[in-house]
């Protein structure tokens, strides 16, 4: 596959798959005789864990050297760091999987409560006032303080 069709399965720009290909974080592809890139479903599979990586946040070198293992299992000296930064990014991972889910939580009780809402309640059963409101509505101020639901 060429380039375009590599971007667009892999969910990364053509800019940024030849940036990777520059700087060794995806080896590179064999080339036809018109001198076009010629992609395998094991690239887009890398391109795929690189954009992962990315997102992470690790450095165009680290992901190239998480990559290289990856790909011939092989690493050498880099096997300490390696284990260090791939404990360092499932922890990140990790962290991010429990706040989605925070937020998933917090939007399936804010649903739960509008369903439950009668049309004349003017707020949603279940769900405590934030003080945050009150002290921008100046209750707090006023000695009203804030009420719950």
Excluded at 7 to 23: N, P, Q, V, W
Excluded at 31 to 47: F, K, S
Excluded at 83 to 107: K, N, P, S
Aim: proline share 4%; glycine share 10%; aromatic share 4%.
């Amino acid at each position: 596959m060429q380039i375009g069709e590599a971007a667009a399965a892999s969910g990364l720009g053509e800019d940024t798959i030849r940036f990777y290909e520059r700087h060794g974080v995806l080896p590179a592809p064999p080339r036809h005789a018109n001198g076009y890139r010629d992609y395998t479903q094991d690239h887009v599979a890398t391109l795929r864990f690189a954009r992962g990586l990315r997102e992470l946040g690790l450095p165009p070198r680290e992901m190239a050297d998480i990559i290289a293992v990856a790909h011939d299992g092989t690493c050498g000296a880099l096997r300490s760091a390696l284990i260090e930064r791939i404990g360092e990014a499932t922890a990140d991972v990790d962290a991010r999987i429990a706040a989605l889910d925070h937020t998933r939580q917090e939007l399936d009780a804010l649903a739960a409560g509008l369903q439950r809402m009668r049309a004349s309640e003017r707020r949603v059963p279940g769900r405590a006032r934030c003080t945050c409101v009150a002290l921008v509505q100046g209750e707090a101020a006023s000695g009203r303080g804030a009420t719950t639901a």
